[in-house]
């Protein structure tokens, strides 16, 4: 067998605004890229690249599943963010190397595509906002082209809300629709900052903006609650951001606890757990549409998956939102500061808010890995935002 698909090595970057990237090279010189991704736990997250790396070093890049099945199962430790991530950022960077070796898109690598665009959705509507300023962001996104928004649907709510933030999250909610009209989507994502009582109670106030889905009623730990919280409501109940394997997502469906699964390709270990996942939901007739406020790399890795799923439909897309702005230079859009600038216009989206199929080998971007290192110089200071209530205690942000 010749040597030329050895892994040679495995370099990582903590990058502005607060992403893990990696970059893995095969003897020949193929480049592939992964993200890895832990937002505000960079650190952990690149520790544990490090220490998987010693198991890919010196073996063939082409033998994705075997590589990457036999870390897993070697390890007696395995599961949760920071070894998924570690583990999905190396897994991606496998299956970009896989593409270019074949000159194919990585869905092609998949079986091929069932789609020729896709619909994707942008984050609006502020964290927290005034409900005027989170209409304006709002009705500007939509200006840019977003057919589709998102946004925080409360604050960090008491288990039972005493404070006013059930009615904060209707006139924000009401501001949003007045300013959008009714032809652009809007989905709520809960964030998990509600405890059982008052998911189900907002579930119910928020439908006269006839949502697009429901995120993260609860957090996972409280995800048993889950079906009673979808039958308590039309709107579809969509999670996964927080789960970080196949099984805990067929548990989710088994339950019947949502109609959309969101799995964060990165923390869910890679394009290949993702596409389990969507056929898990293509099984069960429901919906596959993936977490992913982060990276380029991670954005094309959702999209090859999103491209080949029959389950799949839309598609998280974090250009424009509010925290990619740190660390950007002026003149470049901070979520394409580290893609060659030839690649730019492939992420122009058309009138209905379609982006089209990619047709590059791998994941079908540039990534200018120089810029990289530069930007890791000077560091990642992001972390998770302290929120509390108003009595004082800390909140799930």
């Known amino acids: 067998m010749s040597d030329a698909m050895i892994i040679q090595r495995i370099e990582t970057a903590q990058a502005a605004p607060r992403w893990g990237l990696l970059r893995m090279v095969t003897k020949d010189g193929v480049e592939g890229f992964g993200e890895f991704t832990v937002e505000g736990q960079l650190g952990t997250a690149e520790a544990a690249v490090r220490e998987l790396s010693e198991w890919f070093i010196g073996k063939d890049a082409r033998q994705i599943k075997q590589l990457v099945r036999g870390c897993y199962d070697r390890c007696f430790y395995h599961g949760g963010p920071h070894y998924m991530s570690a583990l999905g950022g190396i897994e991606i960077a496998l299956w970009d190397i896989a593409g270019k070796a074949a000159g194919q898109p990585v869905y092609q690598l998949l079986g091929g595509r069932v789609r020729d665009r896709v619909k994707v959705y942008r984050w609006a509507g502020g964290n927290n906002s005034a409900p005027e300023a989170a209409a304006e962001e709002a009705a500007r996104v939509v200006a840019e082209g977003a057919r589709a928004i998102k946004m925080n649907a409360c604050p960090p709510l008491a288990a039972v809300d005493t404070y006013g933030g059930i009615q904060a999250a209707v006139a924000r909610a009401r501001a949003v629709r007045d300013a959008v009209g009714d032809e652009v989507e809007i989905a709520f994502d809960f964030h998990g900052r509600c405890n059982v009582p008052m998911a189900r109670r907002l579930a119910k106030e928020l439908e006269f903006a006839r949502p697009l889905f429901y995120e993260e009623p609860v957090r996972p730990d409280y995800n048993r609650w889950l079906p009673e919280i979808a039958a308590g409501t039309h709107v579809p109940i969509a999670t996964g951001e927080r789960m970080y394997t196949v099984a805990e997502f067929s548990d989710v469906v088994a339950a019947k606890g949502a109609h959309i699964l969101q799995p964060d390709l990165v923390h869910a270990g890679g394009i ?126």
């Open 272 to 397: 290949s757990n993702t596409v389990e996942i969507g056929a898990l939901a293509e099984a069960n007739g429901i919906a596959l549409a993936p977490h992913c406020p982060l990276s380029p790399i991670a954005f094309m890795a959702c999209l090859h998956v999103v491209v080949q799923c029959r389950a799949g439909w839309i598609l998280e897309w974090s250009k424009g939102i509010h925290y990619n702005a740190s660390g950007a230079k002026k003149g470049v859009d901070p979520w394409l500061r580290y893609l060659d600038e030839g690649d730019w216009p492939m992420f122009d989206v058309d009138g209905n808010g379609h982006l089209q199929v990619p047709e590059g080998p791998g994941l079908g971007i540039r990534v200018n890995w120089k810029a990289v290192k530069r930007a890791a110089q000077e560091g990642v200071a992001w972390r998770d935002e302290l929120m509390r209530l108003p009595d004082g205690t800390v909140a799930n942000w």
